[in-house]
């Protein structure tokens, strides 16, 4: 189990997500969770102090509308298809942000999430074999882009899916 600080989106912007899910479902392709995220750290535990700490930076930070416009896939054993964010200066201020208030107060960082080998994305499907990933690709090609507004940042436990919300925007 780990815990993982993510930006979940406005009621039309998780729509447009569910509705991707559901249409990957119809073609034998189970979605990827219970509710569209884009991770920004994973660790083995964000204690107490650190949550602390990145509601007060979190607050000072102008949090920006993500573009979900890359429809692609991850290499790993458990291969995924993602939906991926247009990367800008100001996603990567607020992800820069976050990562040096963690340093050092947090577990077990994943170093995937670490800045400068973080690729910002919705998962879409996760542990697909080839024949499911290409099924995958033409069920949702061409991606429509999705302008994302962040409107809540939690840590979540990623075993029990336990939210405790840091921020709330807009």
């Given amino acids: 189990m780990a815990d993982a600080l993510v930006f979940h989106f406005d009621d039309e ?3 447009r997500i569910r509705d991707l899910w559901k249409r990957l479902g119809e073609a034998g392709i189970p979605g990827a969770g219970d509710r569209p995220r884009v991770t920004l750290a994973v660790a083995g535990s964000i204690p107490p102090p650190a949550r602390k700490a990145l509601r007060g930076e979190l607050e000072l930070l102008s ?3 993500l573009w979900l416009h890359t429809l692609g896939t991850l ?3 458990e291969r ?8 800008d200066t100001e996603l990567l201020a607020v992800h820069s942000a976050v990562h040096d208030v963690l340093a050092g107060k ?3 960082p994943s170093a995937y999430y670490f800045p400068g080998a973080w690729i910002p994305c919705c998962v ?3 542990g697909l074999d080839t024949d499911q990933l290409a099924a995958a690709f033409s069920t949702l090609l061409p991606p429509e882009p999705v302008r994302a507004a962040v ?3 939690s840590v979540v ?6 939210a405790e919300t840091l921020l709330t925007t807009g």
């Fill in 124 to 126: 879409l499907a996760k």
């Fill in 13 to 15: 912007t998780e729509a």
């Fill in 80 to 87: 995924m298809m993602l939906l991926g964010a247009v990367v």
């Fill in 106 to 108: 947090v577990k077990n």
């Fill in 157 to 162: 436990d990623t075993g029990t899916g336990d």
């Fill in 75 to 77: 290499p790993g054993d």
């Fill in 151 to 153: 409107r809540e940042i």
């Fill in 63 to 65: 949090i920006p509308d």
